[in-house]
């Protein structure tokens, strides 16, 4: 028999923890959400997620299923994406590979509503306007770079999803790759 309440709890946990978030949050963007969320009937749907060799994957594979539905929510997306935004703005620098693990969990729920979400527009960011250092001239002759950290590590790459230091675009010939 199938506890739906544990599929939940580990549902809403699992969005907490993979997204920086607190769990009241997580549970108030659901109980708040503009677009009401029936949490024991996403379960049922996704019944077919409950599978695996013992108990605890089956919960956790059925978590992983409503934690995908309840993020597909446009009322849920609508209140989560603009606490991610605020960290990607607040940014502090130090780190280019904190910057690019909030930019994909934002792109993750905005993927899962593209309807609501074409870009990052919806952050009120472009993506020529991420948090940065100050990117060198000769950098910016070489290489489309879209941010920088205070080590000089660059975020570059057409989808903003590589890593490169400073003094290896220099190198480059062609500059990034």
């Not at 994957?57 to 934690?67: E, F, I, R, T």
């Not at 309840?70 to 780190?95: M, Q, S, Y």
């Not at 990117?135 to 205070?150: F, H, L, N, R, Y």
Request: proline letters at 5%; glycine letters at 6%.
């Amino acid at each position: 028999m199938i506890d739906n309440g544990i599929i939940i709890e580990k549902a809403i946990w699992k969005i907490a923890a993979e997204y920086d978030l607190d769990v009241r949050t997580v549970e108030d963007a659901i109980n708040f959400s503009e677009v009401q969320l029936d949490l024991e009937k996403l379960v049922g749907e996704g019944i077919f997620c409950f599978r695996g060799p013992n108990e605890n994957v089956k919960y956790d594979n059925a978590s992983l299923c409503l934690s995908n539905k309840i993020l597909a929510n446009a009322g849920v997306a609508k209140i989560l994406i603009p606490l991610i935004c605020d960290r990607i703005r607040n940014w502090d620098h130090e780190d280019i590979e904190v910057l690019l693990s909030e930019l994909k969990k934002v792109i993750t729920i905005m993927e899962l509503n593209p309807d609501e979400y074409p870009g990052l527009q919806e952050c009120s960011i472009g993506p020529k306007d991420l948090p940065s250092e100050k990117i060198p001239d000769d950098i910016k002759e070489k290489c489309d770079v879209w941010a920088m950290d205070k080590k000089g590590m660059c975020l570059v790459g057409i989808d903003a999803n590589k890593l490169m230091h400073i003094d290896d675009i220099r190198k480059a010939p062609a500059g990034c790759p």
